[in-house]
């Protein structure tokens, strides 16, 4: 009786699996490239990277990189992140995506004090402090002070005294210049939980921010990556 087998099929399965794992190997170094020479680019020596499960998924990873000695070094990371509730390609205000690409770490600020450790410039938020994000309004995309409150002609704005924003940096999105529904108030913060997305923003758990909040250093030109 003539012996039949799989032994064929198996090897073509090791072999395409092998061809799929080293593809996603290439993506992944190529995606690496070109946040380093981004960020060599613009002078910046930390990098977050934030690397999102799929372009519709809100669960990410975050790590951070610096470099050092003309090598780029983990120096923080692996650790979960989340993003927004429909995933990462903002396109618009209001559909729940976060942007991708590279943008500069502005300002940090808070409703606690200023953290251990933090050499980025910081604010003690309170009552008066406000971002809009009404597209109709000519301080769209802006963070305003109002010791009287909301404004009226304010359609739509966020406080940015809130629990959430115990700790926040701001990510450079949408700036220089600002455009119109384009999206606003993208902010590096405090998450709910690993299984909760936010509208738009990157959010780490409070151990996290706090560990990256006491290394990035204003000097050396932070800048995230999200892909």
Same mark, same amino acid.
């Given at each position: 009786m003539k012996r039949t087998g799989n032994g064929g099929a198996g090897r073509a399965l090791a072999i395409m699996l092998?061809?799929?794992?080293?593809?996603?190997?290439?993506?992944?170094?190529?995606?690496?490239?070109?946040?380093?020479a981004q960020a060599e680019k613009q002078g910046s020596s930390q990098v977050v990277?934030?690397?999102?499960?799929?372009?519709?998924?809100?669960?990410?990873?975050?790590?951070f990189y610096e470099r050092q000695d003309g090598k780029w070094l983990r120096t923080l990371g692996k650790a979960p992140a989340v993003v927004? %509730?429909?995933?990462?390609?903002?396109?618009?205000?209001?559909?729940?995506?976060?942007? !991708?690409? #590279?943008?500069? =770490?502005?300002?940090?600020?808070g409703s606690a004090g200023k953290?251990?450790?933090?050499?980025?410039?910081?604010?003690?938020?309170?009552?008066?402090?406000f971002w809009v994000d009404d597209p109709a309004s000519p301080d769209y995309n802006r963070w305003i002070r109002s010791e009287t409150g909301p404004k009226a002609e304010w359609a739509s704005f966020e406080?940015?005294?809130?629990?959430?924003?115990?700790y926040a940096v701001v990510i450079g999105y949408n700036e220089q210049p600002v455009v119109p529904g384009k999206g606003s108030a993208i902010f590096l913060h405090?998450? %709910?939980?690993?299984?909760?997305?936010?509208?738009?923003?990157?959010?780490?758990?409070? !151990?996290? #921010?706090?560990? =990256?909040?006491a290394r990035l250093d204003a000097a050396r030109k932070p800048v995230i990556f999200i892909e």
């Open positions: 092998a061809g799929l794992l080293a593809g996603g190997g290439t993506a992944q170094a190529a995606a690496s490239a070109g946040w380093k990277v934030i690397d999102a499960a799929g372009p519709d998924s809100f669960r990410a990873s975050f790590s927004g %509730r429909s995933g990462i390609g903002k396109m618009k205000e209001g559909d729940g995506r976060t942007p !991708s690409g #590279l943008y500069p =770490l502005g300002k940090a600020f953290p251990p450790g933090l050499r980025l410039p910081y604010t003690k938020t309170d009552g008066s402090d406080r940015l005294r809130q629990p959430l924003y115990r405090l998450w %709910r939980g690993a299984d909760q997305p936010t509208a738009g923003c990157v959010a780490l758990s409070e !151990s996290a #921010l706090l560990k =990256l909040l």
